[in-house]
């Protein structure tokens, strides 16, 4: 089949699911909306699959399909397009190969929700605006598809509207966003206006003629190119959670688990790393960009890794996970190694969404229980999670085995990186160096909380018992029968649920309490995640990074530098460091959480200063809600009490019409109805037309 054909299928066929979900999901039942967006994404993750597979291994090249006319106001041009190349064409695999198996996923997760038609209108939405995004061969396209995720991500964090937490949740991310896409859109209005056009294919060729060009400001120079970047990863920076716009993804996590998959593994934190990629020919003339980028980068990662140190709440300490990896993309991106930020991308995707969808498992196994407090010893329960939530743990870490260049996912593409940004220090920019050392570090943090998480969740002793179960899934239950009750009403006011009970507790019986597996078809999801998990970096590190990797990219990223290549020696320390940070986390959690149990609950309780520091998030939400927030509603209340309602309601239509009242209270005073103060009146209007004639006529 036509390659146009295919990627036209792929783009529109999650938009039809979340049209026929949406529009008739009440009319055609909950089977029919979730077999239809469900098996449009599968389509579509097939088709991904075949393109990417000619795109990797056949002979097709890049190309355009052009739709229909967007917007063309003046010399502003915009068209709805698919552009094909090496970025897009792996971005297609990663958005639809996750988004179709959290789909299926969803199916046992969200099984006694009563508004699934919904939700799977939600997810196809999501898809498509993502697919459009990936796809979009303008800056207008690409805008277009950013804020559909944004809207997207709002209606799916927020999907338990009748939990304030989850509103709450909604607007911050919506809010903190729409922060990042002021920069963007500046950033956008800065390209356009330097070069005339807003066509990556017309605007990357005139990149290099602009070097050097700017302006004087502030006593400053201000280089054209720097500016436009700076600006475009503003909205990066709100997209993929980075530091200072980073608050949003934690509560994130309000959403369903499927939801957190979905965001957090592939598709929307993800959008600024490739939008980064994308513009790879304008940041490799930025370098103030290029640096801020891998300042931040390296930061975020650091940041994310120590908070992940201390929470408690599986499905937060996960979502920290992401925030630091997307750290760890950026300054990739940064030093220059483009396609090692690309192929973590693309290895994280699979076990990141593998280790939330087992975490989903897991919290369905225990009630809905969200705090690993609460769990332990679950192996012999949840077998089958145990075993996947183990390998996406081996990925995450990058445990591997240098010599013989053998490891799961993370260990190829974490590994670049951090050799990425030592090359770059060799090159004679030291900020290379510094995000080589934090990559260093966190990913011995990285290993410390993820074998946490295992060993917490899985082995040791249970922190639970059968009673706790029971009577957890007896508030549930009546939580759950009262959601019913109150969409049944029209109207929702439970805050006591976290998540609605799927189906699959009412088959499992009230007489036997204990953790059990999810359904197969929230399994089947996990097990071909674990493959990708497993897999994904040693089938695939060669066309990326390694030997074929300019066969593969055939020119999507900008000027691939020898050494960030796979092949390129190191020092054997620099080879090692990685690995024995990772070692050196797991041997810690190790005897942290198994050998010596109980030593962190220890130690958390001593509250010391780092933990505290760690464990309140660096105190971002308390700095940003008693500067940013508090300013904001004074100010808001200024304007509106002080300025709005007083001054200017107030000396204007309100001033105005209350006048009028009081005028009028006041002559109707005197239309009293009696003859005598009539007649008064009347003396009082003879005696002044007299006193008027006298001293008229004496002067």
């Given at each position: 089949?036509?390659?146009?054909?295919?990627?036209?299928?792929?783009?529109?066929?999650?938009?039809?699911?979340?049209?026929?979900?949406?529009?008739?999901?009440?009319?055609?039942?909950?089977?029919?909306?979730?077999?239809?967006?469900?098996?449009?994404?599968?389509?579509?993750?097939?088709?991904s699959w075949v393109v990417f597979s000619q795109w990797t291994w056949g002979h097709l090249e890049p190309f355009t399909v052009t739709y229909a006319p967007f917007i063309h106001v003046g010399d502003f041009i915009s068209n709805w397009a698919f552009r094909l190349d090496g970025l897009s064409a792996v971005m297609l695999v990663v958005v639809t190969t996750v988004s179709s198996l959290v789909h299926l996923y969803s199916w046992g997760y969200m099984a006694d929700d009563p508004s699934k038609p919904r939700f799977f209108a939600y997810l196809s939405l999501f898809t498509f605006a993502m697919l459009s995004l990936i796809s979009a061969a303008d800056f207008m396209q690409l805008f277009f598809g950013w804020e559909g995720v944004g809207l997207a991500s709002y209606l799916l964090i927020g999907f338990w509207h009748h939990k304030d937490t989850a509103n709450a949740a909604s607007i911050k991310a919506f809010v903190v966003n729409r922060v990042g896409d002021f920069g963007?859109?500046?950033?956008?209005?800065?390209?356009?206006?330097?070069?005339?056009?807003?066509?990556?294919?017309?605007?990357?060729?005139?990149?290099?003629?602009?070097?050097?060009?700017?302006?004087?400001?502030?006593?400053?120079?201000?280089?054209?190119?720097?500016?436009?970047?700076a600006l475009l990863f503003v909205g990066a920076m709100g997209k993929s959670a980075q530091f200072f716009l980073h608050t949003w993804l934690p509560d994130a996590m309000e959403g369903p688990t499927p939801v957190s998959a979905l965001i957090h593994a592939a598709t929307m934190v993800t959008a600024g790393v490739y939008m980064v990629c994308l513009l790879s020919p304008m940041f490799e003339y930025a370098p103030v960009a290029k640096t801020i980028v891998t300042v931040i980068g390296a930061v975020t990662a650091l940041f994310a890794a120590t908070v992940g140190l201390t929470q408690n709440d599986i499905k937060r300490v996960i979502a920290y996970s992401t925030c630091s990896q997307l750290g760890y993309m950026f300054f990739a991106a940064g030093v220059g190694a483009y396609q090692a930020a690309m192929f973590h991308l693309f290895t994280h995707a699979f076990f990141k969404a593998l280790l939330f969808l087992g975490a989903g498992s897991v919290i369905h196994g225990m009630a809905h229980e969200q705090d690993m407090r609460r769990y332990g010893a679950l192996q012999k329960y949840l077998p089958i999670t145990y075993a996947v939530m183990t390998i996406g743990t081996i990925a995450i870490t990058g445990l591997g085995i240098p010599f013989l260049d053998w490891g799961f996912a993370g260990f190829y593409s974490k590994d670049a990186i951090i050799h990425a940004a030592y090359s770059a220090g060799g090159a004679g920019h030291p900020v290379g160096y510094f995000a080589f050392f934090i990559g260093v570090l966190v990913a011995g943090l990285t290993a410390f909380y993820s074998w946490r998480v295992a060993f917490f969740t899985f082995n040791g002793h249970a922190r639970w018992t059968p009673e706790d179960l029971e009577q957890h899934w007896h508030n549930r239950d009546h939580a759950h029968d009262a959601v019913h009750d109150d969409h049944a009403h029209g109207h929702a006011q439970h805050e006591t649920h976290d998540e609605p009970?799927?189906?699959?507790?009412?088959?499992?019986?009230?007489?036997?309490?204990?953790?059990?597996?999810?359904?197969?078809?929230?399994?089947?999801?996990?097990?071909?995640?674990?493959?990708?998990?497993?897999?994904?970096?040693?089938?695939?590190?060669?066309?990326?990074?390694?030997?074929?990797?300019?066969?593969?990219?055939?020119?999507?990223?900008?000027?691939?530098?020898?050494?960030?290549?796979?092949?390129?020696?190191?020092?054997?320390?620099v080879v090692l460091a990685p690995i024995v940070a990772s070692v050196g986390g797991l041997l810690i959690a190790a005897y942290m959480y198994i050998w010596?149990?109980?030593l962190g609950a220890k130690l958390a309780a001593n509250n010391g200063l780092l933990y505290v520091f760690f464990y309140n998030k660096w105190f971002f939400d308390e700095l940003y809600q008693a500067t940013f927030v508090r300013a904001a509603k004074f100010?808001?209340?200024?304007?509106?009490?002080?300025?709005d309602q007083k001054l200017i309601d107030g000396l204007g239509p309100d001033g105005v019409s209350a006048l009028?009242?009081?005028?009028?209270?006041?002559a109707g005073r005197l239309q009293s109805g009696y003859v005598y103060h009539y007649a008064f009146v009347m003396l009082l209007g003879v005696a002044g037309l007299l006193t008027f004639a006298l001293w008229a006529w004496a002067a």
């Open positions: 089949m036509d390659p146009k054909v295919l990627v036209t299928i792929i783009l529109f066929g999650p938009l039809i699911g979340a049209i026929t979900a949406g529009l008739f999901g009440r009319r055609i039942g909950d089977k029919a909306s979730m077999g239809v967006t469900t098996g449009f994404l599968f389509l579509s993750a097939i088709l963007f859109a500046l950033g956008i209005m800065t390209c356009f206006w330097a070069f005339g056009t807003i066509e990556f294919a017309k605007l990357f060729p005139l990149i290099e003629a602009s070097v050097g060009k700017g302006w004087d400001f502030a006593g400053g120079y201000f280089s054209l190119i720097d500016l436009a970047c009970l799927p189906e699959a507790h009412h088959g499992h019986g009230h007489g036997d309490h204990l953790p059990h597996e999810s359904p197969w078809t929230m399994r089947i999801p996990l097990l071909v995640l674990s493959v990708g998990a497993i897999a994904a970096g040693f089938a695939f590190h060669h066309q990326f990074i390694g030997e074929h990797n300019g066969e593969f990219w055939k020119g999507a990223i900008f000027n691939a530098p020898a050494e960030h290549a796979a092949g390129h020696h190191y020092p054997l320390w010596r149990e109980g100010l808001g209340d200024l304007f509106w009490k002080g300025g009028s009242v009081q005028v009028g209270k006041g």
